[in-house]
């Protein structure tokens, strides 16, 4: 099972933007697809983006799509959530989770769908 690693959170400007980066161990990593949730306080973990075990296919949330971009290098066993025009209610904890599975489309924005999770990176976005 491969096990994540996220970095990259930290406290911006509205209208600011910053990089996530998910770190996975193991050497199957290019076999997984990759997905971003967050989660913010008092509310339910949410899905982000996601992004094929090729790195071809991206997909978002009505959310942030338009200011975030998914990415990935499977050289490097990492995958990259880069977030642009930040907005307040974008603050919460941001985690990256891992599939082997496809399920569909369905099960995409679905916490349930996903085997391997990160310990999740702080982003605050001050007014």
């Known amino acids: 099972q491969v096990q994540l690693v996220e970095s990259g959170g930290g406290l911006v400007q509205a209208g600011g933007s910053l990089r996530l980066s998910c770190a996975a161990s193991?050497?199957?990593?290019?076999?997984?697809?990759m997905a971003w949730f967050r989660q913010a306080p008092g509310k339910e973990r949410e899905f982000a983006a996601w992004?094929?075990?090729?790195?071809?296919?991206?997909s978002y949330s009505d959310s942030v799509n338009g200011r975030f971009a998914i990415s990935r290098d499977n050289a490097k066993n990492t995958v990259y959530l880069q977030m642009n025009s930040l907005k307040p209610e974008d603050t919460a904890v941001y985690y990256c989770?891992?599939?082997?599975?496809?399920?569909?489309?369905?099960?995409?924005?679905?916490?349930?769908?996903?085997?391997?999770w990160g310990q999740g990176t702080q982003v605050t976005v001050s007014s």
């Open positions: 989770a891992a599939t082997q599975t496809w399920r569909g489309w369905a099960y995409v924005p679905q916490s349930g769908s996903y085997d391997a």
């Open positions: 193991g050497r199957s990593f290019s076999r997984y697809n």
């Open positions: 992004i094929s075990s090729s790195g071809t296919i991206p």
